[in-house]
């Protein structure tokens, strides 16, 4: 029977089994993310009661700022799984990427190192909040010539886009794939990345989708995405997450 008081679905009901998180900071003391071993399993114990069984961890790679490499993170994805096997938490699959930003820096790498996919050849990358990089169409055409796809992580975001729709139009024109990021869905962000967010999966820019959570308040705030119309455009998302199955 139709009840006032039905309880609405949230989006952290909607997660299946196949779903993978493509953009997470869970990998303690490595970047802004997760402080402590206990924080990461604190926060992975809940991923897991939204029924999230697979994770890709995505630190930064920044320069100046979160100087990472395929080292470090390899070192902290270790870490982290010996000890959730150590205290049989073990219902969950961990890996490691990383969330490149597009500095000066990363032209380095890309000719230099091996880069960490999030699989095959997909690659997450960042811009910076303030302005996008002047060389950006000139990166993401030598990203692809290097062998990758880059997979732009919360386009949404970059508020300097915001009244120019035609740009993200030209970036995915351009080979760029977008990942939204679902707290974006909630008013985390404000409410102008809200309403970018539910535009661009109106016009179906979005490729797929990652919760990007650095923190517990991130969850709190996911929980939090009820809006039915906003759902019914992010499940079919939520489920091209599945590609990154392995
Ligand atoms: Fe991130």
């Known amino acids: ?72 993170i390899q070192r902290q994805l270790d870490a982290l799984n010996a000890h959730l096997k150590s205290i049989a938490f073990t219902d969950i699959t961990i890996s490691a990427a990383a969330e490149y930003m597009l500095d000066a820096n990363f032209e380095h790498l890309l000719k230099t190192e091996k880069l960490r996919p999030l699989k095959d050849n ?63 869905l909630s008013n985390y962000y404000g409410s102008s990345v809200a309403e970018v967010s539910f535009q661009l999966l109106k016009q179906q820019l979005i490729d797929f989708a990652g919760t990007d959570t650095h923190k517990h308040h991130h969850l709190d705030f996911l929980e939090k995405v009820v809006d039915a119309k906003v759902l019914k455009l992010i499940e079919p998302v939520l489920k091209a997450n599945d590609f990154f199955r392995e």
């Open 1 to 72: 029977m139709f009840s006032f008081f039905q309880k609405k679905t949230p989006l952290t009901d909607l997660f299946s089994a196949d779903f993978v998180d493509i953009h997470s900071h869970f990998l303690p003391n490595i970047d802004d993310g997760s402080k402590s071993m206990d924080e990461s399993v604190a926060m992975l114990r809940r991923m897991h009661g939204y029924g999230i069984k697979r994770i890709i961890c995505t630190p930064h790679v920044m320069e100046s700022v979160w100087e990472n490499s395929s080292e470090t």
């Open 122 to 184: 997909y690659i997450l990358v960042e811009l910076s909040f303030l302005n996008a990089p002047i060389n950006l169409y000139e990166t993401l055409f030598n990203i692809q010539i290097a062998g990758y796809k880059p997979v732009l992580a919360h386009p949404e975001r970059y508020s300097y886009f915001h009244n120019d729709f035609k740009e993200y139009a030209k970036l995915k024109a351009a080979g760029c794939l977008f990942q939204i990021n679902l707290l974006s």
